[in-house]
């Protein structure tokens, strides 16, 4: 688990849910259009942010001065040690190659969705034997992976944040099998300006993977900006009318 006193440490922030925004770093494995947008919200939000890619640090250095004081570059590694909650936002191919040891003990926000035109075929993944998020887990058997911020179009992610208790606030699904790690992301989820709906263990998460009823179209049309708020109610909703298929 991330560090307990960072967790209950101050509770400052109005409608944070008890994420203490001046006490938590957030690690990002990948800073694309998903992971800069969590930096984005994370930094508005009041977190510490590190952020890697594949590249090298020296690649990050327009996003990192975007985002002023509160971010940084390292490497993947590093901001693995660095975060209290990590960010894995890679393609799925490369799931393999997100360090292990300083993942040890710690909440993995994982964002991996499974494309075969992109990622190659899995078979586990086309048999629906096991899912994206398992994968993850299995590669990182210390970690706490939660799945989480696979199902929205990432300029949706950035427009749709709310403060908590507006009427027309956004929820965002996750499914995990540590119910501390869950209760982790619920917070950090909240802080960033979103609720969450708990679509249960990591087995289910295939309830929001690609082509589910809960992907992308309950906030909007892909490629259009505004997009639609969608309620934890209209999420559970989509979750349940969810079918079983290969991935």
Not at 165 to 177: K, N, T
Not at 220 to 242: C, D, H, I, M, Y
Request: glycine share 10%.
């Amino acid at each position: 688990m991330c560090r307990r006193s960072r967790w209950a440490a101050g509770r400052n922030r109005p409608g944070s849910a008890g994420v203490p925004a001046d006490m938590t770093t957030i690690g990002l494995i990948g800073s694309g259009n998903i992971g800069s947008t969590v930096a984005r919200l994370a930094v508005a939000a009041g977190h510490d942010v590190v952020l890697s890619n594949s590249r090298g640090p020296q690649t990050l250095q327009d996003l990192v001065a975007e985002l002023g004081p509160k971010a940084r570059a390292a490497t993947p590694a590093e901001a693995a040690a660095a975060g209290d909650i990590v960010v894995v936002t890679v393609p799925l191919r490369a799931y393999r190659d997100v360090p292990v040891e300083p993942l040890a003990g710690k909440v993995v926000i994982d964002t991996n969705n499974y494309y075969p035109e992109r990622d190659g075929v899995f078979d586990a993944l086309e048999d629906g034997s096991t899912t994206t998020g398992e994968l993850l887990q299995q590669h990182l058997p210390q970690a706490h992976v939660v799945k989480g911020f696979n199902n929205i179009w990432f300029d949706h992610l950035r427009t749709l944040a709310r403060p908590a208790g507006s009427a027309d606030r956004s929820a965002l699904p996750i499914a995990g099998d540590d119910p501390a790690a869950k209760r982790a992301v619920t917070e950090f989820f909240d802080s960033l300006g979103y609720d969450t709906v708990d679509a249960g263990p990591l087995a289910e998460n295939w309830r929001a993977q690609r082509d589910t009823p809960v992907y992308v179209t309950p906030y909007g049309v892909f490629g259009e900006l505004p997009g639609t708020p969608a309620s934890a109610q209209v999420v559970r909703e989509a979750l349940a009318a969810a079918k079983p298929t290969a991935a």
